[in-house]
């Protein structure tokens, strides 16, 4: 049995912000700071998460390096299969070919929700809201022919941070 945490990115500068690409926008200092706090939140959870994966896109791998760090784990790896516009049966392969147990995944909206219906088998209307440096944590039953797991946490990134005090 494998559990999946999806997590999103902390706060990040906005879209557009000169001499910044989408790429590289990084999250704002008050961004890195609410995702450490979160990430405490996390780590208190004890869910022994045991490994980080993350989009390419500097916001969600700064948010895995401050996952990572916190949570005793070694640095993330990076796959493309995290990006926004990824499509959510990517992610599926990308679990397939997981080492851990546990592992942790750093992204974005609308890409986190689309895999935790898919995760589901929650009709496509469904929608799952993921607030920055929010999370949700996924019990995978199965995965064939699809994925089918049960919602075990969505937590709000504000709750997360008052479990890390």
């Given at each position: 049995?494998?559990e ?10 906005a ?13 704002t ?19 022994g ?6 989009s ?18 070694a640095?993330?790896?990076?796959d ?13 392969e ?20 689309a895999?935790?219906?898919l ?6 209307g ?24 049960t ?15």
């Amino acid at each position: 049995m494998i559990e999946v945490c999806l997590f999103r990115h902390g706060p990040a500068f906005a879209s557009g912000t000169a001499g910044t690409t989408e790429e590289d926008r990084p999250l704002t200092p008050e961004g890195r700071r609410k995702t450490l706090r979160a990430a405490r939140g996390l780590k208190r959870l004890d869910l022994g998460l045991d490994g980080v994966v993350t989009s390419p896109l500097a916001r969600a791998v700064e948010t895995a390096e401050i996952l990572a760090e916190v949570l005793g784990l070694a640095p993330p790896r990076v796959d493309e299969r995290l990006l926004p516009g990824a499509l959510p049966l990517a992610f599926v392969e990308l679990l397939r070919g997981m080492d851990a147990l546990r592992p942790v995944f750093a992204g974005h909206q609308p890409h986190l929700s689309a895999a935790l219906r898919l995760l589901l088998g929650a009709p496509e209307g469904d929608a799952f809201k993921f607030t920055k440096a929010g999370m949700a944590l996924v019990r995978l039953r199965t995965m064939s022919p699809a994925p089918r797991g049960t919602l075990r946490l969505l937590l709000p990134a504000s709750v997360l941070r008052r479990i890390g005090r």
